[in-house]
């Protein structure tokens, strides 16, 4: 097939592997935004709910701001622009809703980071699948997905568990997803040189 010829994975830029290569650096601050919310929240294990909503509020106010500058900064990108946006929007609410009312109930806030969760694990496994065919390795960005979506599955089945216990899985959870995050941006960087 030449490369004159529309697929499903190219757009008018170039095939869509390139688009998200020459981004690289996006995937990889958010990969970092994720390692770092995770040392927080095991650093301070034996802290306050009000520090979990805190810490939480400027992760996800950080991931959606990402996800929109992602979604602004190409046209093609691997899931459609409004998932993207829609993630981003999500991850500003989030963001935003936790930091306004800090005092919101560990429940609610349970839940919000569990749907949260599980809808940036399905973007994520959408981008991988249909990025398998351009790119090698593409498992990272997979793992990254079932990681989120698996986690934030547990969330939403059992919320009622203890504040410690959910600082530590929250704090594992974003430490192992950003490493998946910034090897598959340093996999992306090799692809844009």
Known sequence: MSDSQPTLFSRRDGPMVHILARNWW??????????LFGVLALA??????????????AYALADGVLSLIAAASHRGALVPRWWLIVAGLLGIAAGLF?????????????????????????SEIIEAIRLRKQIENE?????????SAVFGLA??????????????VIGIYAIAFGILLVAFSLRLRKLAS
């Open 26 to 35: 996006l995937v990889l601050l958010r990969g970092i935004a994720a390692i």
């Open 44 to 57: 301070w294990p034996g802290a306050t709910l009000l520090t979990l909503v805190i810490l939480y509020g």
């Open 98 to 122: 936790t930091l306004l009312w800090p005092g919101v109930t560990a429940l609610i806030l349970i839940t919000f980071i569990g749907i949260w969760a599980l809808v940036r694990g399905i």
């Open 139 to 147: 498992w990272f960005l997979i793992l990254a997905g079932l990681l």
């Open 155 to 168: 969330v939403l089945v059992a919320p009622g568990a203890g504040a410690l216990a959910l600082i530590w």
